[in-house]
């Protein structure tokens, strides 16, 4: 067998190359390091990319070369590739991690789950906490990486623990059912050692870091309560350790007689405690599967606990149900099970005996070794073959249509009309807005049909077409600005109204004179909904600029507070990057909920991604032109299926086709495209993409000279209402 060389990344090696002494390090140093490498295997350490490197960096740790790499990526990527490793192996993903990965893209990757924090989950559980809070550390960016390796087939997952799957699936966005390999962490196991109940003491342990999450108060609060027995803390300060000694300082320094505060432990001393304890105490609000329990768990120290992870505490010692909040008024639920496991010998003596039989057989190193080794050998020996399920559809068709460019507004971050202000007035024509229809009946399933401007209210066609599609039995999804007088969206309303799906309101705050007479309409409107009752949703939505952002927030309020409607708040777009804004605003929108995570919007790329636009999504310019999707492809004949001018001639994709997204792989619209399901998160393979740029024999030329704008402004429920471009260029001069 030929040797295979392994790159192991982590952030710290435990102590070794200057690094941090953290979990991940300990697992790398102590186990992977230790035991992997051997007469097949090869194994580097690879740690972060840093500022202030300029060359790259290699110590000797332990008999293995550790790498330090400069923020240089040619150059780290070309050092990658001369070394020519077969396999990475991470133990999760950081964000460190992530930025030495990203530049390897034809290579596989283990990844050992172990303690995966989708944001949505991890957010409810700290928000409940009022005192003090770690912080998020989800990188969606990482995530996003793990996902799209998972379905080019890039990425074998392994498991430290079966219950911390389904928060892996959510966080990498995974299939529900996929089977992910069962493989314990391992620990140094004393296998000579005796379980005998009199050496055991009437004691309680906490062992952890002293943050946030662990909530230590809890513990001192519980010792409070029981002065029958002795508590111990064992650990240190790490980050916020202001704000954490303030939270511990008056259980300290012996101010309870039978709580000990005894700081970081190693080697005899920690290990002695631990055996004389009966019982670990776990007052976390969060955890893994953490390598404390196992520590306890193999000399008969129970865990319990106010988690459930892996069932251990319920198993062995107790679980006490959880406890969100700071957890003050829950206390009194860990008294009653750490008062029977001191009292109840017998009971402590079977789980005790279970617990150190579990953990001598399913946590040691021996079982660590082989089944580590024959996963990176035999991963190393397969081709690579993206991942191939069914593809899920989206959760309903749609078609966008710009039936008019022309408004009535004038706004400041608009798109849609030029450096002068100067806007294209071209609308749908009458014979176009007909042939939709035909085009409609060919494709045989319902459509939401989203109709946006400029403001689709000044289009002349669109009772016209609004009845037509209501009569069709599709839905329609209005966007407007809302400048119309009521009388005008009532006649519309009663024509049409029983078929659209959603009003959306764009509020556009400086075109707005009178906010009471704004305010008096959305009363109206809401009322005569109410009258007929209309099942239509009111969307609100509205461009946050520096300029606007005091009355954004005054509306913000009215609109919440007094019609109890949601505003979606949207970052201004320019061209292809979202805009930042000054630090003040960024924290209102993020307290608020961002509508877009910058950092997602401005860097994802879907290229190669199998999306469904082209069947059962189409994007249809004022011209009549028929397009895939908002974003230009880097084949002109993928991207523009036709014209209405010729419903029968327009083609439609049967299956998910390839994202080509001319852009770098970017897509404008992905946000609703993820979330209606158009986005697949499986990819197409090179074959595949190359048919399509060469489908046709057409491909986008004068790139330089074509400027392609983009944009949203003012996104609701997948319509993108605004588009394009430099309009006296067109689309025809490209063609070939
Ligand atoms: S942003 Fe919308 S409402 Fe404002 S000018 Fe442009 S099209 Fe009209
Ligand atoms: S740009 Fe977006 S919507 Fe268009 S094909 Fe690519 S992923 Fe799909």
């Avoid at 619209?669 to 740029?693: M, W």
Wanted: hydrophobic share 35%; net charge positive.
């Amino acid at each position: 067998m030929c040797k295979i060389k392994i790159g192991l990344l982590i952030d710290e090696f435990f102590g070794g190359a200057g690094t941090a002494f953290g979990g991940y390090g300990f697992l790398a140093r102590k186990y992977i390091a230790k035991y992997i490498p051997d007469k097949d295997i090869e194994m580097d350490i690879l740690l972060e990319m840093k500022e202030d490197l300029k060359e790259i960096q290699t110590e000797k740790v332990d008999n293995i070369l550790v790498y330090k790499f400069p923020k240089n990526e040619k150059k780290v990527k070309q050092w990658l590739k001369q070394q020519n490793y077969d396999l990475f192996l991470s133990i999760e993903m950081t964000y460190p991690s992530y930025e030495i990965l990203k530049l390897i893209d034809d290579k596989k990757l283990v990844l050992w789950i172990q303690d995966p924090r989708p944001p949505k989950l991890w957010d409810e559980k700290r928000n409940s906490m009022t005192t003090i809070q770690d912080p998020c550390v989800c990188n969606p960016l990482v995530s996003d990486l793990v996902n799209k390796m998972f379905y080019k087939g890039r990425i074998k997952f392994i498991s430290q623990g079966n219950s911390l799957n389904e928060r892996a699936f959510e966080l990498y966005n995974l299939p529900k059912d996929l089977s992910v390999q069962y493989l314990p962490n391992p620990i140094e196991i004393d296998f000579e050692y005796k379980f005998d109940i009199n050496k055991k003491k009437k004691q309680v342990v906490f062992l952890g870091r002293l943050e946030a999450q662990k909530r230590a108060w809890l513990f001192c609060e519980v010792a409070k309560c029981m002065p029958e027995y002795e508590f111990y803390v064992l650990g240190k300060f790490f980050r916020h350790e202001k704000e954490n000694n303030k939270m511990l300082e008056q259980y300290m320094n012996e101010n309870i007689p039978n709580l000990h505060f005894m700081g970081h432990l190693e080697g005899e001393k920690k290990e002695k405690l631990l055996k004389e304890s009966r019982i670990l105490l776990n007052t976390s609000i969060w955890e893994g599967i953490p390598i404390s329990w196992l520590e306890c768990l193999q000399y008969g120290t129970l865990p319990v606990s106010c988690l459930d992870n892996e069932s251990l505490p319920s198993r062995f010692g107790a679980f006490v149900g959880e406890i969100l909040g700071d957890g003050f008024e829950d206390v009194e639920k860990f008294i009653p099970s750490i008062k029977e496991l001191m009292e109840n010998d017998s009971l402590y003596i079977k789980n005790a005996n279970a617990a150190i039989k579990y953990i001598r057989k399913t946590h040691n190193i021996k079982t660590f070794q082989k089944n580590l080794k024959s996963v990176l050998l035999k991963l190393a020996g397969l081709p690579i073959t993206p991942f191939n399920g069914n593809i899920p559809k989206p959760i309903a068709n749609y078609i966008d249509v710009k039936i008019t460019y022309a408004c009535n507004y004038k706004c400041e971050y608009c798109y849609q009309a030029d450096e002068n202000g100067i806007r294209e007035s071209e609308f749908l024509s009458k014979e176009n807005a007909q042939n939709l229809l035909k085009f409609l009946k060919r494709l045989k399933e319902k459509y939401q049909i989203t109709l946006a401007g400029g403001e689709p209210f000044v289009y002349p066609h669109l009772n016209f077409l609004s009845k037509n599609l209501a009569k069709m039995g599709h839905k329609i999804n209005i966007i407007t600005n809302f400048s119309s007088p009521i009388e005008t969206l009532e006649k519309f309303l009663k024509m049409a109204g029983r078929s659209i799906n959603a009003f959306s309101i764009s509020i556009h705050i400086s075109q707005i004179p009178n906010f009471d007479e704004f305010y008096n309409k959305l009363q109206r409107l809401i009322d005569i909904q109410k009258e007929n009752n209309y099942p239509f949703k009111i969307l609100l939505t509205c461009v946050l600029t520096e300029d606007n952002f005091e009355k954004l927030k005054e509306v913000d309020k009215v609109i919440t507070e007094r019609f109890g409607l949601p505003l979606e708040i949207q970052r201004k777009h320019h061209i292809t990057q979202y805009d930042t804004y000054p630090d003040e605003i960024e924290n209102f929108m993020q307290a608020r909920g961002l509508d877009v995570p910058i950092e997602l919007a401005n860097n994802i790329n879907f290229y190669g991604r199998k999306c469904w636009c082209g069947s059962k999504f189409f994007y249809i310019e004022s011209t009549g032109e028929v397009r895939k999707c908002y974003t230009a492809q880097e084949n002109e004949a993928v991207w523009i299926l036709g014209n209405l001018s010729e419903p029968d001639k327009i083609r439609i994709n049967k299956d998910p086709a390839a994202c080509i997204s001319r852009d770098n792989g970017n897509c404008v619209c992905y946000k609703h495209f993820v979330r209606q399901g158009f986005l697949t998160p499986y990819y197409a393979d090179n074959s595949e993409i190359e048919k399509l740029k060469r489908f046709k024999n057409v491909s986008l030329k004068n790139q330089a000279k074509y400027q392609f704008y983009r944009f949203i402004s003012n996104v609701t429920f997948g319509k993108i209402r605004e588009t394009m471009i430099d309009k006296k260029q067109k689309w025809k001069d490209m063609k070939v």
